[in-house]
T-cell receptor
Framework: NAGVTQTPKFQVLKTGQSMTLQCAQD?????MYWYRQDPGMGLRLIYYSASEGTTDKGEVPNGYNVSRLNKREFSLRLESAAPSQTSVYFC????????????FGSGTRLTVV | EDQVTQSPEALRLQEGESSSLNCSYTVSGLRGLFWYRQDPGKGPEFLFTLYSAGEEKEKERLKATLTKKESFLHITAPKPEDSATYLCALQSGNTGKLIFGQGTTLQVKP
């Protein structure tokens, strides 16, 4: 099925461990985004990639890095996980900046203990 | 600073009981206001985009409207399957970034 695929769906990390969240889309979309969702906070933008080869910081980038590996894939890395990074992470993509009907993945639920 | 505030946080309705969800916003220049539906454990699903005051869009039992300060999502004769969290978002700049409200969780009882 066409769409945005995120892996893993669930993950538990210990404080200080590192991990990479994977995101891939098969819709030939140009722009990709990473959001985190916390209770009472709404969705907040971590990083985005407006096009292949470019990445920019969003609202809450501290503690994260990203890689736009190719047009399809956009990964999010936590170098040294902290309990404050416990959240649900969503990847999203859009075709171009004139089309803001994001397609979201199903999310990664991350718990840092 | 661009801002989005949704109310109420939670809404319980009986099946068939129509109501409205509110999204208040402040923005330096409106480029677009968006409504999404999110089911538990899933990613948000796009519903509507509104670009200018007075614009309205409909989809089944849902109707979104826009004024210069607010957007409303009207739900007519809701069914239990309309139960979900409804998110409002504002376009910021021209990079595709959206500013999301905290959402309204709707529960429709049979």
């Amino acid at each position: 099925n066409a769409g945005v695929t995120q892996t893993p769906k669930f993950q538990v990390l210990k404080t200080g461990q590192s991990m990479t969240l994977q995101c891939a889309q098969d819709m030939n979309h140009n722009s990709m985004y990473w959001y985190r969702q916390d209770p009472g906070m709404g969705l907040r933008l971590i990083y985005y990639s407006a096009s292949e080869g470019t990445t920019d910081k969003g609202e809450v980038p501290n503690g994260y890095n990203v890689s736009r590996l190719n047009k399809r894939e956009f990964s999010l890395r936590l170098e040294s996980a902290a309990p404050s990074q416990t959240s649900v992470y969503f990847c999203a993509s859009i075709l171009d900046r004139a089309n803001y009907g994001y397609t979201f993945g199903s999310g990664t639920r991350l718990t840092v203990v | 600073e661009d801002q989005v505030t949704q109310s109420p946080e939670a809404l319980r309705l009986q099946e068939g009981e129509s109501s409205s969800l509110n999204c208040s916003y402040t923005v330096s220049g409106l480029r677009g206001l968006f409504w999404y539906r999110q089911d538990p454990g899933k990613g948000p699903e796009f519903l509507f985009t509104l670009y200018s005051a007075g614009e309205e869009k409909e989809k089944e039992r849902l109707k979104a409207t826009l004024t210069k300060k607010e957007s409303f999502l009207h739900i007519t004769a809701p069914k239990p399957e309309d139960s979900a969290t409804y998110l409002c978002a504002l376009q910021s700049g021209n990079t595709g970034k959206l500013i999301f409200g905290q959402g309204t969780t709707l529960q429709v009882k049979p």
